[in-house]
């Protein structure tokens, strides 16, 4: 079983990485949530919330996960040029007693 569970998350992890596949994962993620065909259905009171919560927080986790990456690829962008340019405009001075 815990083979089953790892094989599912580094599926859905990667293909949701991927740019490709990243949308169809998405909306297969909510379809699955949305509809009542589920490995076990929402009629049944506990069981039928916890495999739709499971699959809610690997989908909310991966994205949040994307989403913190493509903001540190913005900031790198941006520290890097004000890096620069604070460079350019520093002046060294040694102190004086």
Sequence with gaps: MD?????????????????????????GTVAYLLLPFDIAPDFIPILGWIDDGL????????LSTLFLEHRQKGN?????????????QTIDVEPVS
Excluded: C, M
């Design 55 to 62: 699959i809610l927080s690997l989908l909310v986790g991966e």
């Design 76 to 88: 790198k962008s941006s520290i890097t040029q004000e890096d620069k340019l604070n460079k350019e």
């Design 3 to 27: 083979s089953i569970v790892k094989s599912f998350y580094n599926w859905y992890r990667s293909k949701i990485q991927h740019p490709k596949y990243r949308w169809f994962i998405i909306l």
